[in-house]
């Protein structure tokens, strides 16, 4: 039976559980903001998530984020990633970390984490070669939550999901597939809960839109920069989410992103095919 989308936001209006924003987020910010130089509170602040700590040195470590030496201790990485990179490297992977790891028929958590990981990397490096600084860290934000809607799925409709995958095929994009069994995608499902976390508008459009980022009225930078950075990292990734193995690049992002022509964009997105595989190697657990 194919579900409604309406019956599903029914079902999650009624979840009383849903994912909070994480206490250490809340107070990593405080402490960052309130009293920066503080290394050694901080880093016992982060200290009380050991997953957040492998992660944001995970992230230290990245040959995208460019650090000329290697990261050992979270309070190096503090010290070197600068204010504005570590607020939003922790709200990332801190509002990623709120669901507690369930298993789920063919869902690997851990090729979901690189892939997050991955495409907030490359979206905030792709921000870099294009000259969006000021959007690099929302990109990379957007590019680490942008499936968070695949980890709703998978904890608070299991038994749905499995159905999705079960009939799955090369013929119907998983996303429509989605659609179809469920009444909604990832996409819809990622929005609503960033709209419960009342997170920015800018964010919520590059999970609501990061397959089709240029529906009217949606048209912005960092949702196309998502949608580049995703289609990247699935372009040359070994280990892809199946939820994404059927994604198009949407070629109009050339005008938005300010590509001179489409050769122009497709050397930009071999430049990205060795450091890819080294990056994702890079993200431990």
Not at 75 to 101: P, R
Not at 116 to 128: F, H, P, Q, T
Not at 133 to 162: C, N, R, T, W
Request: hydrophobic letters at 40%; a negative charge; glycine letters at 4%.
């Amino acid at each position: 039976m194919i579900a409604e989308k309406s019956n599903i936001y029914s079902k999650l209006d009624k979840i009383q559980n849903l994912p909070a924003i994480p206490e250490v987020m809340f107070d990593a910010i405080k402490t960052i903001k309130t009293e920066p130089g503080k290394v050694l509170k901080l880093a016992e602040i982060i200290g009380k998530d050991q997953g957040l700590v492998t992660k944001i040195l995970s992230v230290a470590n990245s040959p995208l984020y460019g650090l000329l030496r290697k990261v050992t201790n979270l309070e190096f990485a503090i010290m070197v990633m600068g204010s504005n990179d570590l607020e939003n490297i922790i709200t990332a992977i801190s509002l990623s970390n709120s669901f507690n790891k369930k298993s789920a028929a063919n869902f690997d958590d851990k090729i979901y984490w690189k892939h997050s990981m991955s495409v907030g990397l490359v979206a905030k490096d792709i921000c870099r070669n294009l000259g969006f600084i000021d959007i690099s860290g929302e990109a990379f934000v957007g590019g680490m939550l942008h499936d968070i809607g695949i980890q709703l799925f998978v904890k608070y409709f299991p038994d749905e999901y499995k159905l999705v995958f079960d009939n799955n095929n090369s013929e119907d994009p998983f996303l429509q597939k989605e659609i179809e069994m469920l009444g909604m995608s990832h996409q819809d499902m990622g929005s609503y809960l960033l709209n419960k976390w009342e997170l920015p508008t800018s964010l919520i459009q590059c999970i609501e839109n990061h397959h089709f980022p240029l529906l009217p009225d949606k048209t912005n930078e960092l949702v196309a920069v998502v949608h580049l950075a995703d289609y990247v990292v699935n372009k040359y990734c070994t280990a892809k989410g199946v939820w994404d193995n059927d994604i198009k690049l949407d070629k109009s992002i050339i005008s938005l992103l300010d590509f001179a022509n489409d050769e122009h964009l497709d050397n930009f997105i071999t430049d990205y095919s060795e450091v890819i595989a080294d990056t994702v190697s890079a993200i431990s657990f």
